[in-house]
């Protein structure tokens, strides 16, 4: 009963792992409204383009500390029931959760590093997050394969407090 219990998280990892690849592609490719192109080519009102920006900024910026404060509240809850000795169908699904959150995040991050002057740094950071997501996704189906062995749970245990450290770190980084 457990073996296809564990084809179908198999199948979920590899659908995330997926997913963020193709937010990746999209990250990459520029984007029509979006293009800086379309920003030049538009010279009739420079100061409208700017005060729009300035309006939307505070409400990314909110949305941005809003998902931080989420992603540390759901990683906490996953080394939790890692700590916990939950089964893997627990500890599973606060994996998923923790990378739901974190690719909201980046994807609220790389639409305000579009709007913003200095957006290089922004998105390389992004970028560096959404790896840290999928080897978190990696070490979480290790943890669950070979459960209950406890070096693979701390392993992913670690490795999820390193994730926090770094998420607090790049949130300071962006002094929200």
């Known amino acids: 009963q457990k073996d296809p219990e564990s084809v179908e998280d198999d199948n979920d990892y590899i659908e995330l792992m997926v997913k963020d690849e193709k937010q990746e592609k999209e990250k990459k490719e520029p984007k029509e409204n979006i293009s800086p192109t379309s920003e030049t080519t538009d010279n009739t009102g420079p100061s409208d383009s700017s005060s729009t920006k300035e309006q939307r900024l505070p409400s990314l910026s909110e949305h941005c500390r809003l998902y931080f404060g989420a992603l540390q509240k759901a990683i906490g809850a996953f ?31 790389c639409k305000e590093a579009h709007r913003r002057e200095s957006s290089q740094s922004v998105l390389c950071k992004s970028n560096h997050l ?37 998420a607090q770190n790049f949130r300071i980084s962006l002094d929200l």
């Not at 070490?139 to 992913?156: G, M, R």
């Open 79 to 109: 080394v939790d029931s890692l700590h916990n000795g939950q089964p893997p169908e627990k500890f599973i699904s606060q994996s998923k959760l923790v990378i739901m959150v974190g690719q909201r995040l980046v994807d609220t991050l």
């Open 130 to 166: 959404c790896a840290l997501l999928k080897q978190l996704a990696v070490a979480t189906k290790k943890a669950a394969l070979h459960f209950p062995d406890k070096q693979a749970l701390l392993e992913v245990q670690e490795f999820a407090k390193d994730l926090a450290q770094r």
